[in-house]
């Protein structure tokens, strides 16, 4: 089955710096690649997704990257702020049987203002 | 919240006992999940349902079991639970397209089993 690996567990960043959050995956079937955001007593919340055809998606401060060929992909967080710190968490999918996802063990991001 | 609510949002139960927790959805979504989450390991998928009466196991599905007899209700029970259920349990949903569709997630049931 399907094995989602995310780097670095935790991450420190003066505020306005730019935070990089990277995933690998096993399975050359998944074709959908999301990131969450979870801040604390809440369940995570989509932030961005990406899917296999597309190599970089943006949405204001926030991008991710995929690279098939290598199996990986990234999420860049650009001008970090204070409430940037959270959890996030990178999972894949091969959207069969609807959207069965595989996380990764997720990054703590700090942003130091 | 995509309109999902779990219930209870904590319970604390003693080993043995059973135990269901409840995801009440109002987006009329084909699919319904239940994760849960410890430190270390991110959420892994216990079961889904892909429809009324159809469900299916997920990674860590031993010890659990699930029913849904209506849209809008999963219920995750523990028939005996153990120390080693303690966790966060997620419910999410998801809808159909051409391309299927992201997960969204309720804010969690916080177990704990003595």
């Known amino acids: 089955g399907e094995n989602v690996e995310q780097h670095p567990s935790t991450l420190s960043v003066q505020e306005g710096d730019s935070a990089v959050i990277k995933c690998t995956y096993s399975?050359?079937?998944?074709?959908?690649f999301p990131w969450y955001k979870q801040e604390l007593g809440k369940g995570p919340q989509l932030i961005i997704d990406i899917r296999s055809n597309v190599g970089e998606k943006k949405d204001q401060r926030i991008a991710v990257t995929l690279n098939k060929t290598a199996k990986h992909f990234s999420l860049h967080i650009t001008e970090t702020q204070p409430e940037d710190s959270a959890v996030y968490f990178c999972?894949?999918?091969?959207?069969?049987?609807?959207?069965?996802?595989?996380f990764g063990a997720g990054t703590i991001l700090r942003v130091k203002s | 919240d995509a309109g999902i609510t779990q219930s209870p949002r904590h319970k604390v139960t003693e080993t043995g006992t059973p135990v269901t927790l409840r995801c009440h959805q109002t987006e009329n979504h084909r699919y319904m999940y239940w994760y849960r989450q410890d430190p270390g390991h991110g959420l892994r998928l216990i079961h889904y349902s892909y429809g009324v009466k159809d469900t299916d196991k997920g990674e860590v599905s031993d010890g659990y079991s699930v029913s849904r007899s209506k849209t809008e209700d999963f219920l995750l029970t523990l028939e005996s639970a153990t120390s080693s259920q303690t966790s966060v349990y997620f419910c999410a949903i998801s809808g159909t397209g051409p391309t299927g569709s992201p997960l969204h997630f309720g804010n969690g049931t916080r177990l704990t089993v003595t």
């Open positions: 999972a894949a999918s091969d959207m069969e049987y609807g959207n069965k996802l595989v």
């Open positions: 399975d050359s079937a998944s074709n959908y």
